[in-house]
C-alpha cells in the first residue's frame, strides 16, 4: 500500500496495487450515484477518486472504475479498478463467479443448522422494474453459522451467485431475515433493533487477473456492528 495515505482521509484504503484499489466502504454511503442523486449527495465512487486518483507528472492518472457495488446500508471491502482496461477483468472474474466474497450478518432466531446452502430463485431487482414479468434467476448463498445468541444468530455468508439482495432475499426465505431489514419483512414485527440491515462484507478473495498471485482482503467488523454485540450479549 502507498504511504502516501493518511489517516485523516474519510474513505480507508484496504489494498493498493498497480491496477486495483480496495476501500473500506463505510455504512450508508452509496457506491455509485447516477442522476439526480449525484446533485444531491457524495458517493464512493466520487470520494474515492477526488482523495485517491493518482497525478502524472501533474495529469490526472486512470479514473477509479468500481468493479462490483455494495448496497448503501452494507459496509466493508469494495474494489475499485484503474482504468476501464483493468476494470472489466475484474469484472469479468466476477460474472465468472472466481472471485469469493464472504459477508459478516446478523440474522433473527436461532439457526441451529451449523451449515449449509440456500438454491432459491431471485428475481433482478433492476430488470423487474422495468421487466415485471422477468423470471427469477438461479441463486445460491452457503452459510455457516459463527456463534448464537439469545435472539439472534451471527452468520458467515458466502454468495456463491451474485443476485441484487440475494442474502437479504435468502435469509427472509429461510425465516431467519437480517437484523435491521426493513425492504423483505416489517421491521416493527421483531424485538431487535438496528438502524440498518446488519450486512458485513468482510472478505473479497481472487487470483489477480495479470499478475496471477493469490490477493485477499479483509475488513474488519464495523463500530455499529460491534457496538450492536457488546450491547446484546448472551
Given at each position: 500500500?502507498?504511504?502516501?495515505?493518511?489517516?485523516?482521509?474519510?474513505?480507508?484504503?484496504?489494498?493498493?496495487?498497480?491496477?486495483?484499489?480496495?476501500?473500506?466502504?463505510?455504512?450508508g454511503l452509496l457506491s455509485v450515484a447516477s442522476g439526480s442523486l449525484r446533485q444531491k449527495e457524495n458517493c464512493l465512487e466520487d470520494m474515492v477518486n477526488e482523495f485517491y486518483r493518482e497525478e502524472i507528472n501533474g495529469v490526472a492518472g486512470p479514473k477509479l472504475h468500481p468493479c462490483h457495488r455494495l448496497d448503501r446500508e452494507t459496509s466493508g471491502v469494495i474494489f475499485f479498478a484503474k482504468g476501464k482496461a483493468h476494470q472489466q477483468l475484474l469484472m469479468d472474474l466476477f460474472h465468472k463467479r472466481m472471485v469469493h466474497k464472504k459477508y459478516i450478518s446478523f440474522v433473527h432466531g436461532r439457526v441451529t443448522r451449523p451449515s449449509g446452502t440456500i438454491r432459491i430463485p431471485v428475481k433482478d431487482a433492476?430488470?423487474?422494474?422495468?421487466?415485471?414479468?422477468?423470471?427469477?434467476?438461479?441463486?445460491?448463498?452457503?452459510?455457516?453459522?459463527?456463534?448464537i445468541r439469545t435472539k439472534f444468530t451471527i452468520l458467515e455468508a458466502e454468495p456463491i451467485t451474485g443476485r441484487t439482495n440475494q442474502l437479504r432475499i435468502h435469509f427472509k426465505a429461510i425465516g431467519h431475515p437480517i437484523v435491521g431489514e426493513n425492504k423483505y419483512i416489517f421491521r416493527k414485527d421483531f424485538d431487535l433493533k438496528f438502524k440498518r440491515t446488519a450486512l458485513h462484507a468482510a472478505e473479497i478473495s481472487f487470483k489477480h487477473p495479470v499478475t496471477?498471485?493469490?490477493?485477499?482482503?479483509?475488513?474488519?467488523?464495523?463500530?455499529?456492528?460491534?457496538?450492536?454485540l457488546e450491547r446484546n450479549r448472551r
Open positions: 500500500m502507498s504511504k502516501r495515505y493518511t489517516s485523516d482521509k474519510p474513505i480507508k484504503v484496504l489494498y493498493e496495487d498497480e491496477q486495483f484499489m480496495a476501500f473500506y466502504k463505510p455504512a433492476f430488470a423487474d422494474k422495468f421487466s415485471p414479468d422477468s423470471e427469477a434467476k438461479d441463486a445460491a448463498t452457503k452459510y455457516k453459522v459463527l456463534e496471477g498471485k493469490d490477493v485477499k482482503v479483509e475488513a474488519k467488523l464495523s463500530a455499529d456492528m460491534m457496538n450492536f
